[in-house]
């Protein structure tokens, strides 16, 4: 069934320091995203960084790396020099390409709140 | 480049009532997606627009829920009679239309209470 995980409810990090949030998923079609968006209090959901299950490596976006491994079915999110505005909550998700074409849905995990100690 | 747009941002309605949310996708943006998030639980998927028709509405709780998307362009929820668990924050999301483009862009969302 397809599924995301995400075991930490909050995290606490202290600012400039690195911080990864974690994020299991299960699915059965072999061709599939997996996405980590960011929702700040103020409300808007932030896409921060994607990985394809077939890319060869890791992806990164500036101080966001993905962490995936695939055997593990895991998509860890790392976020390198924690700022004060990294603080939010950070959702993993998962889009199955089927058998590809047009986007397709998203499946959410639960979230977790990110908060940086000064 | 303008946003996803969704209006109102806050609504209370009384169980019973009607309501109905609007978002206004990217332009160009053939593909519109609806999702919810109810307090302490997963956002969940609702239905996703291709143009103006509906390409999967499996997400959709019951009949009370009616979206629409006249002319492909912005998007209507209206859930009729509201019941109180139909609580949440609900999000609009566009994207490009083709399997080349990754990323869905989301609206702020409209958090829906119903009392």
């Known amino acids: 069934a397809q599924k995301i995980t995400q075991t930490q409810p909050g995290m606490f990090v202290q600012e400039k320091e690195a911080v990864t949030l974690d994020c299991t998923y299960d699915?059965?079609?072999?061709?599939?995203?997996l996405f980590w968006y960011k929702q700040p209090s103020s409300g808007e959901m932030i896409f921060l960084i994607y990985q394809g299950s077939y890319d060869q490596q890791n992806a990164t976006e500036g101080r966001y790396s993905l962490n995936f491994q695939k055997a593990r079915k895991s998509a860890n999110l790392v976020i390198s020099a924690s700022q004060l505005g990294d603080s939010a909550m950070y959702f993993c998700a998962m889009r199955e390409n089927g058998s590809g074409g047009n986007n397709r849905k998203l499946i959410w995990g639960l979230g977790t709140s990110l908060a940086v100690n000064p | 480049e303008a946003g996803v747009t969704q209006f109102p941002s806050h609504s209370v309605i009384e169980k019973g009532q009607t309501v109905t949310l609007r978002c206004d996708p990217i332009s160009g943006h053939d593909n519109l997606y609806w999702y919810r998030r109810v307090m302490g639980k997963e956002i969940k998927f609702l239905l996703h627009f291709v143009k103006e028709s509906k390409q999967d509405e499996s997400g959709m709780p019951n009949n009370r829920f009616l979206a629409e998307r006249t002319g492909g362009t912005y998007s209507t929820l209206k859930v009729q009679p509201a019941e109180l668990e139909d609580s949440g924050v609900y999000f609009c999301a566009s994207s490009q239309l083709g399997s080349g483009s990754h990323e869905q862009y989301f609206g702020p969302g409209t958090r829906l209470t119903v009392t």
């Open positions: 699915t059965s079609d072999p061709s599939y995203g």
